[in-house]
Nanobody
Framework: QVQLVQSGGGLEQAGGSLRLSCTAS????????MAWYRQAPGKEREWVAT???????TYTSSVKGRFSISRDNAKNTLYLQMSSLKPEDTGVYYC?????????WGQGTQVTVSS
């Protein structure tokens, strides 16, 4: 079954840290570019970070220096380490990839940062 299953997230105070995980099945994870998106309440979904199959990360400017995207190909798992969290990081976070021209999304995980 082709799917992305997320874990992690939750409630954290501003300045704290959280880690998100996304485990893939049914795809060849090692050759897939992987990404994280987020959607804040009342806003459109926005791109957060991407890691290529060759392990090159890119970030949206608002999280650069605070978030770190990584992958473990042996575990078919994508990570997002979030540090120095801010209230504006609050939202539902989704992992994403494209597989055989299909856009795949994780089920989403809530991240809430209190001030």
């Amino acid at each position: 079954q082709v799917q992305l299953v997320q874990s992690g997230g939750g409630l954290e105070q501003a300045g704290g840290s959280l880690r998100l995980s996304c485990t893939a099945s049914g795809i060849i994870f090692s050759i897939s570019n992987m990404a994280w998106y987020r959607q804040a309440p009342g806003k459109e979904r926005e791109w957060v970070a991407t890691i290529t199959s060759s392990n090159r990360p890119t970030y949206t400017s608002s999280v650069k220096g605070r978030f770190s995207i990584s992958r473990d190909n042996a575990k078919n798992t994508l990570y997002l380490q979030m540090s120095s969290l801010k209230p504006e990081d609050t939202g539902v976070y989704y992992c994403n990839t494209e597989w055989r021209r299909r856009d795949l999304w994780g089920q989403g995980t809530q991240v809430t940062v209190s001030s």
